[in-house]
């Protein structure tokens, strides 16, 4: 009886560390590029299936208190020079009376690749169905994008982007900074 309580015991110590291994911190680890770049993003967030075919990983970021919808965050690999991808992010936006927004940026380094984080708020330009599909688009006041475009220096640039209400990335704004400082280049 003994023996058996002793092995139960040992067993559960040993589910309970591959657990913290596969979610060090709480959070939830993933990998994009082939398993090249490892993250770990907040425990809140929910990883699901991606919605478009380009994305590698998706996560629903849940609404903060008075926010309808939740927020998004995709992570891919993708061509492109890192000005023309914030270009594009800044078109998925309008600022008051139509206008362009102007982003905040910070660069940084983590794990040894170069990554520039970009904020912006505004008219979100929601296109459901994605980018190509054609669909209307659905204008989303008050919404907010934290977007980090990681360049490796053999692997090409991967794109973190989360965005939703503001209130709700507002919230989540530090889970972004330390999924991002989390990243590790294998």
Do not use: H
């Amino acid at each position: 009886m003994r023996l058996t309580y002793l092995l139960a015991v040992c067993f559960s110590l040993v589910g309970l560390g591959v657990f913290a291994q596969d979610k060090p911190g709480g959070g939830n680890t993933f990998t994009i590029g082939e398993g090249k770049l490892a993250l770990t993003a907040p425990a809140s967030w929910t990883k699901k299936e991606p919605a478009s075919r380009i994305v590698e990983v998706e996560f629903a970021i849940p609404p903060a208190k008075g926010d309808e919808a939740p927020g998004r965050l995709t992570a891919m690999g993708a061509g492109g020079s890192v000005e023309s991808n914030i270009d594009r992010w800044i078109g998925q936006f309008a600022g008051p009376g139509g206008s362009s927004p102007k982003p905040q940026r910070d660069k940084t380094n983590v794990s040894g690749a170069d990554v520039e984080i970009v904020d912006l708020s505004g008219t979100y330009k929601d296109s459901p169905g994605g980018p190509f599909a054609g669909g209307k688009t659905v204008m989303r006041d008050n919404y907010r994008m934290l977007g980090a475009i990681i360049q490796t220096k053999d692997r090409g640039n991967y794109f973190l982007k989360l965005y939703g209400p503001k209130t709700t990335i507002d919230e989540n704004e530090k889970g972004f900074q330390e999924m991002v400082k989390s990243l590790k280049v294998k």
